[in-house]
């Protein structure tokens, strides 16, 4: 059993996180084991705080991703979403096809305007997915259906970051 | 002097003595020295009242070295050994370096960090630095009364590893004991935020003599949290002097200069661009050795056009940073400008017209990162604070990756991440019975491995002979609140420790470091072993406080009676060490001393965190 990311901050351990409840429990962490607060404390203690410290910000960065937090949470229940993507439907993947073909459209044109226009598209399904995912994890339990959606949530995660990315290097 | 002041812990430092520490801000053209004295951050001047040192460092023949106005005055005459803005070359080779500064010059170096000919022989940026750092330390210790806990350096936010650890090795050969490596605009919001109170996010615009950064943070009750940062570690004001000198060039028909007349030029170009800063127009003169006479007038308008493309290269970072934060302008509560460079009226319009809001200049913009370091090395130091508990977290300002086959890089650490940031990565080995390995580290946004900066190989040795494959190496890199990689590596089937060798590509390694510490002991009349016997003794007792002062919090239920009995006789041993000024000793009694006071460690911050949250035992997460 890995160790529970939820534990760490005292949260309870649910896909939908309240408010800005992760936020304070990270910052009330970070505010006792930062390497600052050690400055001058002996070299054990100042590599204990180092460790911590990474721990309290991998833990972060895991929670605060929504997919990050659905596969945690999943494996935290004993069902392995990082594998696979054998539940991905056909129609999905058409889709995904699609707009990677947009993207790379976009990036040959050099056409910002587009990549704005597909950034807001895979957005707003990004958005769908994530109300997906609180139903099958949080409200029906329904682990297997919340493992299909988290992997269809990378695929879209990816094309999001590709896409700021293009954005990005047109910039430049 | 002071070299060695051992006394017995507890009796050295009363309970509530100050400790002093210092915030150095170390630039490309001037740097500066504050401290937190009487509860308020100052800028402390030298004895003529001078609180800039300009960061020009020049070596004589007989052995002498002058830094700061001395030497400034002295680079038209003797310009290759007076050596200004070398803050652009720590951390870079030859190849690196753009013409005009190539010129600038007489550099040597075949691979590696560039090197300086200079009188004195060669010299690396990093000992150039060390000298202005010196000038500042010893600034601080007759300004202050004593000697130094530390120093929080300041370093540009866009600093890559390579540019950090040279920072870092400048720190160490001016004997100064570095608390943390801390990024410009941080430190510049800390100035602002601490002193004003304000909550939001705010964007920091920070363009110095050769630097710029972008950073955009979120203050929340006594939390400075970096978002992204971004910025161009070679656009700094000096190029916007740069683009004057080349229009007097043309504008006087002169071609061909002499160095000290293209110090001079590059002198009166600098002098015009402050001008028009408050003026119109500018007046240039210049007799050159020649004899020729230039007298050109410069107007704020021609400046302004000269130097808009640089102007438009800033703005670049700033959208980026932007969307690694994932904000528009609108989610931005205020501006803050820093560095001389943005006294120019030009930067200050385009940010207001980009931000669409005013941007604060109420904090000096040449004193602010100095200030916000004293204020971080005061809290660093352990002083208390009349502005309670605040904290920093900044983040990695470019991805770190892995050569792949093919010249492909791998991202493991992706930029901004909040630090301490580390991750794990298995190897294996391709070849039965394979006991060494080499793992390449990049660092940059590029996918080709040619496109991003090489940072160094990592050597891995002693894995254990396995059938090919067999072996799975898990390789952790640990980037440290000071933005610097270490690497270590274990296999995980034996649970054999590899060992490490780092071989830096543009920094110096720890072999170097020792030879230029040799060296400038025969300028210190200190020997070797006086010095290393300083450090460890130093060292031990910074170790002997620390574990004093926690003891003196512990809570009955911490140690066990066998423990507290043994870290005792450890302390006891380590005290009889130091008076028998044997440096072999005491780093022996240090090491076993340290050994016994990890139990400490570990209750002492479970305890710490369980105030946090009820009843949460968190090393076990460590």
């Not at chain 1, 707009?99 to 990004?126: I, K, M």
């Amino acid at each position: 059993m890995p160790q529970s990311y939820f534990a760490l901050f005292s949260l309870e351990p649910r896909f939908a996180l309240r408010g800005e409840q992760l936020d304070i429990a990270y910052r009330t962490l970070a505010a006792q084991v930062h390497p600052d607060r050690y400055a001058n404390a002996a070299p054990a203690e100042q590599r204990l705080a180092l460790s911590l410290a990474t721990s309290a910000n991998e833990a972060y960065r895991t929670l605060k991703r929504p997919a990050l937090r659905a596969q945690h949470l999943l494996s935290l229940r004993g069902v392995d979403s990082i594998d696979g993507g054998a539940g991905i439907s056909p129609a999905f993947l058409l889709e995904q096809m699609e707009w990677r073909e947009l993207l790379s459209d976009a990036q040959a044109a050099r056409d910002f305007t587009a990549l704005l226009q597909l950034g807001d598209l895979v957005r707003r399904r990004a958005a769908d997915l994530l109300q997906q995912l609180e139903l099958h994890l949080d409200v029906n339990g329904n682990d297997a259906a919340g493992a299909r959606t988290v992997q269809q949530l990378l695929f879209v995660d990816k094309l999001l970051f590709d896409i700021d990315e293009a954005c990005a290097l047109l910039e430049a | 002097m002071g070299l060695l002041n051992i006394a017995e812990p507890g009796q050295s430092q009363a309970p509530h003595q100050h400790r002093f520490a210092i915030g150095i801000d170390l630039g490309t053209t001037n740097s500066l020295v504050a401290a937190v004295r009487d509860g308020s951050a100052a800028v402390l001047p030298d004895e003529d009242g001078m609180r800039l040192l300009p960061s020009v460092v020049r070596y004589l023949d007989d052995g002498r070295i002058e830094v700061g106005y001395d030497a400034k005055h002295h680079q038209i005459i003797d310009p290759f050994n007076t050596l200004s803005s070398v803050k652009r070359l720590m951390g870079r080779g030859l190849a690196d370096l753009p013409e005009p500064q190539r010129r600038a010059y007489r550099l040597g170096s075949a691979s590696g960090m560039v090197q300086l000919q200079t009188i004195a022989g060669a010299r690396s940026p990093v000992e150039v630095s060390a000298e202005i750092l010196k000038v500042l330390r010893v600034r601080a210790e007759q300004s202050l009364g004593g000697e130094l806990v530390g120093a929080v350096i300041t370093v540009p936010a866009y600093f890559d590893d390579a540019q950090r650890q040279a920072t870092k090795d400048a720190a160490r050969l001016a004997g100064l004991h570095v608390l943390r490596l801390l990024n410009e605009p941080t430190a510049a919001a800390v100035a602002y935020g601490l002193e004003r109170a304000g909550e939001g996010v705010f964007a920091v615009y920070d363009l110095g003599g050769g630097t710029f950064d972008i950073s955009i943070l979120r203050l929340t009750r006594g939390v400075f949290e970096v978002l992204a940062v971004n910025g161009d570690s070679a656009l700094g004001g000096d190029d916007f002097d740069q683009l004057i000198y080349d229009w007097m060039l043309l504008q006087a028909s002169v071609t061909t200069l002499s160095p000290s007349d293209q110090r001079l030029l590059l002198q009166q170009a600098r002098k015009a661009k402050e001008c028009l800063s408050t003026q119109q127009e500018a007046d240039i003169f210049a007799r050159l050795s020649s004899g020729l006479r230039v007298n050109l007038q410069l107007e704020r308008a021609t400046l302004e056009r000269l130097t808009a493309g640089l102007l438009a290269r800033t703005m670049t970072p700033v959208r980026k940073a932007l969307r690694d934060a994932g904000l528009t302008v609108a989610g931005i509560d205020g501006v803050v400008l820093v560095g001389g460079a943005t006294r120019m009226p030009a930067i200050r319009r385009a940010v207001a017209e980009y931000f669409r809001r005013e941007p604060r200049i109420d904090v000096d913009p040449e004193e602010a990162v100095v200030i916000g370091a004293a204020i971080q090395a005061n809290a660093l130091a352990g002083n208390r604070s009349s502005s309670g508990d605040w904290l920093l977290l900044d983040v990695i300002p470019l991805s770190l990756g892995l050569e792949t086959m093919g010249g492909l890089t791998e991202r493991i650490i992706a930029r901004n991440s909040t630090l301490p940031v580390a991750r794990a990565q298995d190897f294996t080995t391709f070849k039965d019975g394979q006991t060494a390995m080499s793992i390449h580290v990049v660092q940059g946004e590029r996918e080709r491995v040619a496109d991003c900066r090489s940072l160094a190989r990592f050597e891995l040795r002693g894995i254990p002979p396995l059938v090919a494959g067999a072996a799975r190496i898990r390789v952790c890199f640990q980037v440290d609140a000071d933005g610097l990689l270490s690497v270590s590596a274990r296999e995980q089937s034996t649970g054999v420790a590899a060992s490490v060798t780092v071989k830096p590509s543009y920094g110096l390694s720890d072999t170097d470091i020792a030879a230029m510490l040799q060296d400038s002991h025969t300028h210190a009349a200190l020997d070797a072993q006086m010095r290393s016997l300083h450090e460890h003794a130093l060292e031990a007792e910074r170790l002997l406080e620390s574990i004093h002062s926690a003891l003196q919090t512990e809570d009955d239920s911490w140690l066990s009676d066998a423990e507290r009995a043994s870290l005792d006789d450890a302390m006891s041993s380590l005290r009889r060490a130091l008076e028998t000024r044997d440096a072999d000793r005491i780093r022996v009694s240090a090491q076993a001393l340290n050994q016994l006071s990890r139990p400490l460690a570990a209750r002492r911050m479970d305890s710490a965190v369980s105030k946090a949250f009820a009843g949460r035992r968190l090393t076990d997460f460590a």
